[in-house]
Each structure stands twice: as C-alpha cells, then as structure tokens.
C-alpha cells in the first residue's frame, strides 16, 4: 500500500489548508486512516483518524473543533480551519486493515506510512 500526502505549505494563523493523501497498491478499501503529526524535536502524535467503514473518526484534543477527516474512495482528507502556530509541523498519513468500524490514534497500530508534508503556521 502506498500513501502519498499533499497539500502542505506556510499559513497564516487562522487560516485554513487542506491535506489530501492518495492511496494505492491494493484492492481492499477497507483500510482504516490515521493523520500524525511530528513537530521539531517532538514525538509523533496522532492528530485524527477514520475508520474502514468511515463512520467511525476521532481527534486528539487540540483540533477538535478545528479539523475534519474525510475518505473518498482512494482518497483521504484533513480539512484543517483556524490554524495556530502549534499546528506546524510535518504530517503523515497512515492506514491500518485493522480497525474497521472504530479507530484509535495509536502510532504503533498504523502499518502503512506516508512520507510527510510540512505545515507551517507563522505570520
């Protein structure tokens, strides 16, 4: 399976990007998606996921309220509004086949990896 993420770039505080990640290589369309975040001398953190079935989402504390998963057929988004300066950092795209009507934002759950893209939030 292969995830390539777009939609990075700079961003003034309270603004809005959308992140799109591209999914191919397998038949199944079943896979669950995470999104993760790693800023600067930080760990990965999980910042929104979605289940196979994509009914199932969830969200780490801090953007709650702010941004939204969303799947469509071998794409996968993250509509990110009001972002701040604590939003940088470079954000992957992940999947797991396990986690089909719930997900959890569990880094070591999530087999399949994108390569990044960065986001800056700065004026």
């Known amino acids: 399976l292969q995830l390539v993420e777009s939609g990075g770039g700079l961003v003034r505080p309270g603004g809005s990007l959308r992140l799109s990640c591209a999914v191919s290589?397998?038949?199944?369309?079943?896979?669950?998606f995470g999104w993760f975040r790693q800023a600067p001398g930080k760990g990965r953190e999980g910042v929104s996921c979605?289940?196979?079935?994509?009914?199932g989402t969830d969200y780490v504390d801090s953007v709650k309220g702010r941004f939204t998963v969303s799947r469509d057929k071998n794409m996968v988004y993250l509509q990110m509004n009001d972002l701040r300066p604590e939003d940088t950092a470079v954000y992957y795209c992940?999947?797991?086949?396990?986690?089909?009507?719930?997900?959890?934002?569990?880094?070591?759950?999530?087999?399949?990896w994108g390569r990044g893209t960065q986001i800056t939030v700065s004026a």
């Open positions: 979605i289940s196979g079935n994509g009914i």
């Open positions: 992940a999947a797991t086949p396990i986690m089909f009507r719930l997900c959890v934002l569990y880094v070591s759950q999530f087999e399949y």
């Open positions: 290589g397998s038949t199944r369309d079943d896979y669950a």
